[in-house]
């Protein structure tokens, strides 16, 4: 999805070469296409923290991945698992997003809500701080990428799929 911020006639008139690259949608004037990637990546963030989370505990409580599922089925993030389970079955989640950018736009994302006056108190703010700190890196572990520790919370070769301990499990280079 490419978010294309200008007047609707440039953006118009550009929509060949952008649907080379994606599905583009106009959100609005200049700067609203940067506004509306903050937007999605705030959401996103939250989202895929919550999911692994949620993996991560009901490893850590005894549940089993499929009992895991089935609850998470249940749930708002009902379409994020069933989209991302073969990845956490399967222990391969495909390289997506670099965590350093998505700590750039968790910085951003911070920095453009304090700009405008608006005061995040879940989301942008805990993803922020939780991407500095080196929570979510210690939750995504060594995969480096954003999406690959949602398949390893719980993935093949993590005893009785349990959680990662608090001190951020294993690392491992490469």
Same mark, same amino acid.
């Given at each position: 999805?490419?978010?294309?911020?200008?007047?609707?006639?440039?953006?118009?008139? $550009?929509?060949? $070469?952008?649907?080379?690259?994606?599905?583009?949608?106009? $959100?609005?004037? &200049?700067? @609203?296409?940067?506004?509306?990637?903050?937007?999605?990546?705030?959401?996103?963030?939250?989202?895929?923290?919550?999911?692994?989370?949620?993996?991560?505990?009901? #490893?850590? /409580?005894? /549940?089993?991945?499929?009992? @895991?599922?089935?609850? /998470? @089925?249940?749930?708002?993030?009902?379409?994020?698992?069933?989209?991302?389970?073969?990845?956490?079955?399967?222990?391969?989640?495909?390289?997506?997003? &670099?965590?350093?950018?998505?700590?750039?736009?968790?910085?951003?994302?911070?920095?453009?809500?304090? @700009?405008?006056?608006?005061?995040?108190?879940?989301?942008?703010?805990?993803?922020?701080?939780?991407?500095?700190?080196?929570?979510?890196?210690?939750?995504?572990?060594?995969?480096?990428?954003?999406?690959?520790?949602?398949?390893?919370?719980?993935?093949?070769?993590?005893?009785?799929?349990?959680?990662?301990?608090?001190?951020? #499990?294993?690392?491992?280079?490469?």
């Amino acid at each position: 999805m490419i978010f294309a911020g200008g007047p609707g006639t440039l953006v118009e008139r $550009v929509q060949p $070469v952008l649907s080379v690259l994606g599905s583009a949608v106009h $959100v609005g004037g &200049p700067g @609203a296409g940067a506004a509306a990637k903050l937007v999605a990546n705030a959401a996103l963030f939250g989202t895929l923290g919550t999911l692994s989370e949620a993996l991560a505990l009901a #490893g850590g /409580l005894g /549940l089993s991945r499929e009992d @895991a599922f089935k609850v /998470l @089925a249940a749930t708002p993030l009902a379409a994020q698992a069933e989209r991302r389970r073969p990845a956490v079955e399967s222990g391969r989640d495909p390289p997506r997003f &670099p965590l350093r950018l998505a700590s750039k736009d968790a910085r951003l994302i911070g920095s453009a809500a304090a @700009a405008a006056g608006v005061d995040l108190r879940v989301s942008p703010r805990q993803s922020a701080q939780a991407w500095e700190t080196g929570t979510i890196r210690r939750c995504w572990k060594w995969s480096g990428t954003l999406t690959a520790g949602i398949g390893r919370a719980m993935g093949p070769g993590r005893p009785g799929g349990r959680a990662l301990p608090a001190s951020g #499990g294993p690392t491992t280079t490469g």
